[in-house]
């Protein structure tokens, strides 16, 4: 069993930056990736970035490059993003999430925290 908490959201001026953490607990593997996830009111989740937990190799949406930042901290089991230059459409629900394979489609990951709020006002 894992477990996974996310920490950091909040509200943040447009133009502002957050840091999100993902706490992992539990059986964890070190070849697993962990992706982290937006979701809007009414909308599907939609990938943010991805990470292996070995290796360190990242990915990330189009729409976050130069803005988001994924990074880990192995000997914690802890992940975060880093978000800078804060859009008002990048309000949602982050939930980060575990899998067997760095990918960017929510059915690919097995594991999910239970999210939290980033609100970006204008």
């Known amino acids: 069993q894992v477990q996974l908490v996310e920490s950091g959201g909040g509200l943040v001026q447009a133009g502002g930056s957050l840091t999100l953490s993902c706490a992992a607990s539990?059986?964890?593997?070190?070849?697993?990736?962990m992706g982290w996830f937006r979701q809007a009111p009414g909308k599907e989740r939609e990938f943010r970035a991805g990470i292996r937990w070995s290796g360190g190799w990242t990915t990330s949406a189009d729409s976050v490059k130069g803005r988001f930042t994924i990074s880990r901290d192995n000997a914690k089991n802890t992940i975060y993003l880093q978000m800078n230059s804060l859009k008002p459409e990048d309000t949602g629900i982050y939930s980060c999430a575990a899998g067997p394979r760095l990918a960017e489609h929510p059915h690919d990951y097995e594991y999910w925290g239970q999210g939290t709020q980033v609100t970006v006002s204008s």
């Open positions: 539990g059986r964890t593997f070190s070849d697993y990736a």
